[in-house]
């Protein structure tokens, strides 16, 4: 199957500064890539579905100034969670699909903020 | 509204026993449904979809309208089905795939 890598795996910040996940389709051209976020043992709550040169959809009670969205070609997109805060942290997971195509994850990438 | 019901946390059965793993569904909609498979330590991967039809690892899942429900069964449980398992739902032409709570299912010896 197609692959999507996610980077980092795996990022520790201090409370207050801003971090940068990016998601890249690695053999396939990402129309659509979806942006979840996965607390402990629950599930992946979607934050935001992004298509490649417009702004992300982001659902309900999510902020969208708190997490930034870009795609900006249809390989790579990426979230920056802005002003982190210990709530923030989290692991977060990204898909891509080209056009109505299999969703592809990434190996998610786990937050921590001190 | 999209939403996906696993009632199941956790479902432990022996190997060789069969398995079926809830999923009902609330959707207005023609939904599209489909299962994923993590396995330890792995990304999240796609088992079957309800619209091919398919029995991918021995699990079929078959669509039931009526009920709105998409459980997943296999008849002989083997111990490398042991993972977690969501359910998800996409409304027909609409993007965003929505998941259940997840259930982790652990086969016994």
């Known amino acids: 199957g197609a692959v999507v890598s996610q980077h980092p795996s795996w990022v520790i910040c201090k409370s207050g500064t801003s971090v940068k996940i990016e998601c890249r389709s690695l053999?396939?051209?990402?129309?659509?890539m979806f942006w979840y976020r996965q607390f402990p043992k629950q599930s992946l709550m979607l934050m935001a579905t992004?298509?490649?040169?417009?702004?992300?959809?982001?659902e309900q009670g999510v902020e969208k100034d708190k997490f930034l969205i870009n795609h900006a070609s249809l390989t790579l997109s990426t979230l920056t969670v802005t002003s982190a805060h210990p709530e923030d942290s989290s692991f977060y997971i990204c898909?891509?699909?080209?056009?109505?195509?299999?969703?592809?994850f990434g190996e998610g990438s786990r937050l921590t903020v001190l | 509204a999209q939403r996906v019901t696993q009632p199941e946390k956790l479902l432990s059965v022996f190997k060789g026993a069969p398995v079926e793993l809830k999923c009902n569904y609330s959707?207005?909609?023609?939904?599209?449904l489909f299962w994923y498979v993590q396995y330890s330590r792995q990304r999240l991967q796609l088992l079957l979809r309800?619209?091919s039809r398919e029995s991918i690892k021995g699990f079929t899942a078959d669509l039931n309208k009526g009920e709105t429900s998409f459980h997943l069964k296999k008849p002989f449980a083997q111990e490398e089905d042991s993972a977690m398992y969501y359910c998800?739902?996409?409304?027909?032409?609409?993007?965003?795939?929505?998941f259940g709570q997840g259930t982790r299912l652990t086969i016994n010896p």
């Open positions: 898909g891509g699909r080209e056009a109505v195509g299999e969703l592809f």
């Open positions: 053999d396939f051209q990402a129309t659509t």
């Open positions: 992004s298509n490649e040169g417009s702004k992300a959809t982001y």
């Open positions: 959707y207005s909609g023609s939904p599209e």
């Open positions: 309800h619209i």
């Open positions: 998800a739902l996409s409304g027909r032409g609409a993007q965003k795939l929505v």
